[in-house]
């Protein structure tokens, strides 16, 4: 059976970016969960969380986004997520107000600007 | 040869033949060798050369003191310079001095390095040459029938590795072709539930020869295939890629199965393609009418509201790629709603000891014993058919089931997270064979997975919770139940708190009922409007 969903992780300098693919729900939460924190040093300033190819998330996926964010924020780092606004995804976390607590882009860009990437 | 020399050569024999055992990597195996061999022999440079797919060409492959020779991407022509002679002539080769030789080095890093005498042996594999291993060193040499012997030996072993990692790496491509060949997903469609599984032969260097695809032909239209091509590995797999697109190429202007598999008898023998057999049906998913031919395959297998099985063999014809342009005839069969049609390959029925009845009636009992939903259907088939033997070849399974409007599911399965992606599959159809849009299907996917997560969560132990999962459809209503064992607890933690908003986001309608034998929730919404 192929994964239900794969994380890929990229460093640029110290803004670290994820994708997540596939599926996110409760049997893979807390592997990804692990991953996303092995991904974020204490030299990080910023994590981007890329969701625009997750096609399931419900509420442990949206835990595992609510638990980031506050750990991030203990580290005074930056957590933002891209997801696409008509999307399923974006369906799920308007339903929990996802915005009102973590900063969310439309595109990947904006992120990467809004977190002070270099061009 | 001296008592002590000959132990010493036997061991270094050992050191180089052991090396050879214990590596599976091809690269790191033979820089290894190299390494070894040069020790052994005091030699200052050693390469290994291998033969191109073209069978003409020797393209350097690994080497040691002439690495730019890897590096700069050396070829030769087999015939030409010293390596080239090796394999051609399928002898050792000895050069006691470049300076002095009659023979052509081609190779202008063995001057660049001054390589003075050297000694190549061929690697032949099953009577083929595969390349040429050879040696060099800088000072004039005098290679001995031992160091020859030697090196030989050494040959022989570097080339039973390199033909198994070759035969291992087609393996994977034609895995990777194969599944890449394979529909990633089968369409959804109002009043139809499609499901199918396919399972690799159990040593992986029989895979390659099986293939299903289903086809929208547009006007509620269905193209449903699946072949077996004869023969192992990448040349079965592209063998199935081409079958694949001629079908797919002509199935949009074919509208008779019997004119379909005609022509693609006519294809395989313009192609001088192998044998191969398929079936071919189109459906009309507003009259269920099937419409079925078949070129030398097992019988489709048509599984009744009632519970038994009929084949489909009235219709045949002999397997593509005979070498004659071969003519098919059609059955015309009507699906009523609850029925499901099965397409299978050979390797599901076929066992040794066994006769071809034995292995059909297994089947039939497998399938209609089997849950009606066309996912779980291929999925209990293929394990309880396959289950503790090796099948020596793949197994395709393809189900089409006709699914009347007003149909109810009624499902079991485990409590436990790893099925939560498998009841959002079965929702999903559900829904869309209902009439549901994509939107609705999403919808009840997410609640759904959050009315099942406090069972999953709190399930005391695997196999000790069960979720019964229902859906009816009413005057455009959809009516998913989902019951299970375990009291509906407080929001622990997160997670339960927000399980509740977001079920109602996406449903019409939420009813939580927690009594002491369990627990069942209601999610109701209107599906399949505008």
């Known amino acids: 059976m192929p994964d239900l969903a794969r994380l890929s992780v990229e460093s640029d300098g110290d803004i670290e970016l994820a994708r997540v693919a596939g599926e996110i729900d409760a049997s893979n939460v807390a592997d990804l969960s692990q991953r996303l924190l092995d991904a974020v040093s204490n030299r990080s300033r910023a994590l981007v969380l890329d969701l625009t190819e997750t096609s399931y998330i419900d509420s442990s996926g949206i835990s595992l986004i609510f638990d980031a964010a506050a750990r991030m924020r203990n580290r005074r780092q930056q957590l933002r997520l891209v997801v696409q606004p008509r999307s399923f995804v974006g369906e799920v976390l308007a339903a929990v107000s996802m915005q009102d607590s973590v900063p969310i882009d439309p595109v990947l860009g904006e992120a990467l600007r809004a977190v002070g990437a270099p061009d | 040869m001296a008592a002590d020399e000959a132990t010493t050569r036997l061991e270094d024999v050992q050191r180089v033949t052991e090396a050879a055992l214990a590596y599976l990597d091809l690269d790191d195996l033979l820089d290894a060798l190299l390494q070894r061999v040069t020790d ?59 300076d002095d030789s009659s023979i052509e080095v081609v190779n202008p890093l063995m001057r660049e390095k001054r390589v003075r005498s050297l000694l190549g042996v061929p690697l032949i ?16 040499r005098d290679f001995q029938e031992g160091d020859v012997q030697l090196l030989q030996l050494v040959a022989d072993r570097v080339a039973l590795s390199i033909e198994r990692s070759r035969l291992a790496v087609q393996g994977q491509i034609a895995q990777t072709l194969q599944r890449s060949l394979l529909p990633r997903r089968l369409p959804q469609l109002p009043g139809v539930s499609m499901a199918a599984w396919y399972e690799p032969a159990a040593e992986e260097t029989a895979v390659g020869g099986d293939w299903y695809d289903v086809i929208e032909l547009g006007h509620r239209r269905l193209g449903l295939t699946i072949g077996d091509v004869a023969g192992h590995g990448l040349a079965a797999a592209i063998h199935m890629g081409q079958l694949r697109s001629a079908m797919r190429a002509y199935a949009l202007e074919v509208e008779s199965p019997a004119e379909m598999l005609a022509k693609l008898s006519r294809f395989s ?26 070129a030398g395959h097992p019988y489709p297998l048509l599984i009744r509201a009632d519970g038994s099985g009929t084949f489909l063999s009235d219709a045949g014809g002999p397997p593509l790629g005979t070498g004659a342009v071969e003519t098919y005839d059609e059955q015309r069969i009507t699906l009523a709603p609850g029925e499901t049609l099965l ?17 059909e009636s297994a089947l039939v009992e497998a399938a209609t014993a089997a849950p009606d939903e066309p996912e779980l259907k291929c999925r209990s088939i293929i394990e309880r058919l396959t289950e503790g033997i090796a099948v020596p070849d793949d197994v395709a399974v393809l189900a089409v089931r006709a699914v009347g409007l007003y149909e109810e599911m009624e499902v079991h399965v485990p409590a436990e997270a790893e099925q939560l992606a498998i009841v959002r599959h079965l929702i999903r159809r559900w829904v869309s064979a209902h009439g549901g849009t994509d939107d609705d299907c999403a919808a009840f996917a997410i609640a759904v997975t959050e009315a099942c997560a406090n069972a999953v969560e709190h399930a005391y132990g695997p196999g000790d919770a069960e979720i019964r999962l229902g859906a009816v459809l009413e ?44 627990t069942t929730v209601e999610l109701r919404r209107r599906i399949g409007g505008e």
Request: net charge negative.
């Open chain 2, 125 to 140: 594999v099953e009577g083929k040459v595969v390349g040429v291993l050879h040696v060099g060193t800088l000072t004039p």
């Open chain 2, 343 to 359: 397409l299978y390959t050979d390797g599901l029925i076929e066992r040794r000891g066994s006769t071809l009845t034995e292995g």
């Open chain 2, 40 to 98: 052994i022999l005091h030699a200052d440079t050693a390469a290994v050369l291998l033969v191109e797919d073209d069978g003409r060409t020797l393209a350097a492959r690994a080497a040691k003191g002439l690495e730019e020779e890897v590096e700069r991407g050396f070829h030769l022509p087999i015939g030409r310079g010293f390596a080239g002679r090796v394999a051609a002539t399928r002898q050792p080769v000895v050069i006691p001095d470049l």
């Open chain 2, 269 to 294: 023998d313009q192609q001088q393609l192998r044998m191969a057999t398929m079936v071919y049906a189109t459906v009309n998913l507003d009259t269920w009418v099937v419409d079925c031919a078949r």
């Open chain 2, 475 to 518: 005057d455009g209503e959809a009516t998913v139940t989902v019951r299970d064992s375990g009291g509906w607890r407080e929001p622990r933690g997160h997670n339960r708190g927000r399980g509740i908003p977001v079920m109602k986001e996406f449903m019409d309608d939420v009813a939580i009922d927690a009594g002491d034998d369990g």
